[in-house]
C-alpha cells in the first residue's frame, strides 16, 4: 500500500515524536514502519542487501527484515549495537565498494564532523544503480540541537550551559563534539554536484507532501525543514 503524505501522517509521527524520551521503543519503531514505506516508494526491499549506518539499537533493519531485506547495521558506539550488527565507523564503513542494494541512514549525519564524506562513503559502498537514502536533522530547525534545542538558537556552547542549568547534567549531545551544524542547502549543493549520483527525491522527512515547495525557498528551509530526506541512485 503506497505511503500517504498527508498532515494526518505528520501528527501520527510529531505525537511519537513528544514520547521519545519516554518509550523510546515505540517510537522508532513507529518511525521504523513509516521510513520502510518511504523507502518503498523507491525500491522492492525483498532480496536486497540493505545497510544501516549508524542504526545502532536495529529498530530500522528489524523493520527492513520484515519486508525480506539482508540488513546489517554498522554503529561506531559498542553499547548501542543490537546483536549481529558490525562495529565501525561511518567515515570509513567496513564495506567493499560497490557490495550493498541499499545505503540507509537516519538522523546520524549531524553526529559526524565531516558529514559530507560519510555521504560519500554511503555512495561508495553501493552497486551501481543502487539507493542511498540519507536523512538528517538540519541544525536550524525547531530540533536542530536535539535535546538542547530551542536554546541552539543561541549558540552550541550556551545551548549545553542551558541544558546543564536546568537538567544539572551535561547533555548526551554536546556542541563540536557529537553534534554538528548541518544545513540544508549544503545537502542539497552536495547531492547535485555529485558526479557520481541522480538526485531522485528531496523532501522533509515528517511534513506532508504539500510542504516540499519550501525546500526551494533559501533560508527559510533552514527553519522550517525539521529532517530532510535525500534519495539518491548510484549512477551505473
Known sequence: MPMRADLARSIRLFRAFRSEQADQRA????????????LGEHV??????????GGGPGYFATEFRRHGARCVCVDVNAGELAGGGLLGSALELPFLDDGVDVCFSSNVLEHVPE????????VRVTKPGGLIFLAYTNWLSPWGGHETSPWHYLGGERAARKYHDKNGKPP???YGQSLYPVSVAAGLRWARTNPEVELVDALPRYLPWWYRPMLKIPIVREFATWNLVLVLRKRK
Open 27 to 38: 517510537y522508532y519503531t513507529t518511525l521504523a514502519t513509516d521510513t520502510a514505506a518511504q
Open 44 to 53: 522492492d526491499l525483498d532480496g536486497k542487501v540493505v545497510l544501516d549506518v
Open 115 to 122: 558529514p559530507w564524506r560519510m555521504a560519500s562513503e554511503m
Open 172 to 174: 548526551k549531545n554536546r
